[in-house]
Every structure is written in C-alpha cells, then in structure tokens.
C-alpha cells in the first residue's frame, strides 16, 4: 500500500510526522488512513490502541478533518482541526494547525477543543487578528455544516429509511416464489475463505423471506436472519420451519446499522440484493463490529434479468422503464433512498473497515417460464409500490409484459442463468 506521510506544523510545540496508508487521491484532495499503535486521548475522549483514523485534505482548504473509529470499527468521532498553508505533495501533506479543534460526537453533538491554547498563542503573538477572524470564520462554518447536516440527516434518514423498509411490505409471498436463491457455490467459496467448515454463526443482514439465510441452514452450526420488515420476516419463519436442519435458523427484528449482536461474534456477514438499500459507512461499520478478526463479509447481487431469452429480456426492460417512469411521476424515487451497485466494492474499499477486498463472479441455473417471468417483475419493490399507490396492471404494463413471456416462453419451464457478482471484504 503506497505510504504517505502527514506532517502537522504546530505554532506552539515540534512539528509531528504521521506515516499514512493512502487511501484515494484526486487532483485537489486526499484521503489517508493511520492505524493507532498506542493508546492515547483527544482531550477527555479515549483512542484505544487498534483504533484507526480516516483523514480528509483539500488543497489551500481551511480544515483538515480526521474520522476516528475503535478496533471493533465504531465511530468513535470526527475531530476538525481549523489549519492554513494546507498542501498535498506526490507522497506527503503537510499544513499549520491553528490550535481550535472541533469535536463532534456519532450523535451528532458538537464540542470545541484547545480554545484556552488558541487564545494564549494570541496573547504571544503567535496569531494575529486576521488569522483568529479567519479561525472563528471556519469555525462558524463548520457548525452551520454540522447542524444543518445532522437535521437533514435525522429527517431525510428516517423518512428513508421507513419508505425503504415499507417497499417490501405486501409481496412477501411473491418475493419468495419467483427470486432465485444464492448459489451453491457461493456457500462454498465462503466456507472455503473464512477457514471454518462449518462456520459458528452466519449472520444474514436484509435477510428478507430467508431466501438467502436458509442455504446456510445444513452447512453452519447457528444462522441469524436480520429483518426490519415483519411481512418478509413472518414468511421467512414459515419457510423456515420445514428444513431438516431449521433449529439452526433464527429471523430476529434489527437493522444493519443495529443488529443487536455482540462484537466479533460472526464468521461470515452476507448482504443478498439489499446493500444498494442500506446506508454505506454506519452498515460496514456495524458490519466490523459483529466480523471476528479474519472474518469475510460478502455482498451478492443478481444482474436482471436473468440470460434465458433475447425477446423476453427486451420486454422485461421495457416494462422496467415504464414502472422507474411511474416511479418518478409519483414522486416515490424522491423519498426512497438507494446507492449505485456499481460502486459497492470502491465503498467497502474506502470504508478502511476490511484489510482485503475484492470482486468474484458466479453464476447458476435455474428453470422458468412465462409465469415466473411476470411474478419476478412483481417480486421487485418498485412494481408492488406503485401498484399498492393504485396504478392499474395495464398502466404499468404488466398485461403486455405477460403477453410478451407468453409469446416467448411459454409454459414449458426452460433454463435461466441467473449472474451474480459477489463483493468480498476480510475483517
């Protein structure tokens, strides 16, 4: 990993080098990590050995901000330190702390550090007018900033956040019917990387009707499916019940940011077509809490279609347009809130929560026809929030979608190859 070093100008003590790990790097702005070796405090606030930060430069920007988390991955705060003269260089940054620092809590509460040492370098002569105008100027700002961000964050987040869950509300029965179920092999190729047969606990976060928790149930000693949706959760349980090996399976209400469990308690975390639904850097960070050290986290998603007919697959995108269009003009892509899959990996990366990653293929076969095309369009949550708003089956398009498979397809199941891309991360 290319190394970086850090170097703080202090206006009233040594200057200090910090040897850093790179994480990005853009024309204008910078990003590093700095694992902490010792124990040390900011002020009253504990950094235990292990910890590790993720600092942010900007080129000539008046701040540098460092995100401190705990060995377990917990955000333990972000600390603004108000500087001058910043400047990125091809292996090192360097800047003039300017003494104020601001502290902010994961809740959200704001604390100002060192402004007794701010005003006895102004009393020295170390700070003049302008520069303490220009400290208390960014000061200002970076509270506004805050403020503004954590009400947003708190009215934004909770709206998404119910819209999100309320999206699989009503179709659960549907859901498990039609979706395809994760490969074999992508049990084994975990198995396989986490160096446990069988693993201790699996723990499946999003694990909606259990589609995805259940292939663990004869090859773990202990699943645990983690669901907000009651609906999903309910016909997990009743799907459940029948497996040979269902006493190894529990569904227990939570969310991915908090599921509840203890730390280092799991061997494998899955996320199965939900991760694009969850928030990025609070879910790996809960993620790292609850991994083991040498623990894998896997994110699986489905390419749709599934490869099984060129005709049909034009008609299942036409009728995806038209039920996004609905969408928009009902102002639901407004409320709900979802990340690119195309951007997981880079996420999980800059996250500096896993010490590997890296992106594998798989791929499976199922069988379907006409029907089950149709009943896969209704299993996405898109299609049954619109329908649930009153939007008949022939204005969504639903009839010529049927027409279109029956043509097609069919009622004589055929073979569907279902492609996957599975996101890994090691604890």
Known sequence: MTKYIEHKRHLNKPDEDFICDLVQRSSDALILRYDCETDFHVRDVPIPRGSHTIAHYREGGGFVLWEMYGPDGSLIGRLYHIVENQHIADNSVAYTDLLLDLWIDPDGAIREFDRDELEQALAEGKLTAEQIGKIEATARRIRAEQEHTQMTADSTAAQAHAA???????????????????????????????????????????????????????RAEQVIGIEPNADMRREAEERTASL????????????????????????????????????????????????????IFAAIDCDWPPTMHVEAEEAWH??????????????????????????????????????????????????????????????????????????????????????????????????????????????
């Open 164 to 218: 999100n869950i309320e999206r699989f509300s009503g179709f659960a029965d549907t859901y498990d019917d039609y979706r395809p179920q994760p490969p074999e092999a992508f049990v084994d190729l975990l198995v396989q990387l986490v160096l446990a047969n069988p693993p201790a606990l699996v723990v499946d976060i999003g694990s909606g009707t259990g589609l995805s928790t259940r292939i663990w149930s004869a």
């Open 318 to 427: 036409r009728f995806m347009r038209r039920a996004r269009e609905l969408e928009t003009s009902l102002g639901i892509d407004r409320i709900v809130k979802h990340a690119a899959k195309d951007q997981h990996l880079s996420r999980m990366r800059d996250s500096g929560r896993f010490r590997y990653t890296r992106e594998v293929l798989l791929h499976n076969v199922e069988e379907g026809n006409a029907e089950r095309l149709v009943g896969l369009a209704r299993s996405f949550g898109g299609v049954a929030t619109v329908l649930s708003r009153g939007v008949s089956e022939t204005e969504i398009g639903l009839d010529v979608l049927a027409q279109e498979a029956r043509q097609h397809l069919g009622d004589e199941p055929l073979p569907w190859y279902f492609s996957y891309r599975v996101r890994l991360g090691v604890r």
């Open 244 to 295: 040979p090996h269902a006493r190894n399976v529990t569904y227990r209400e939570g969310l991915s940011t908090a599921t509840g469990l203890p730390d280092a308690c799991a061997d494998i975390v899955t996320c199965s077509q939900c991760l694009h639904w969850l928030e990025p850097e609070p879910t790996f960070a809960e993620i790292a809490r609850i991994l083991r050290p040498g623990g």
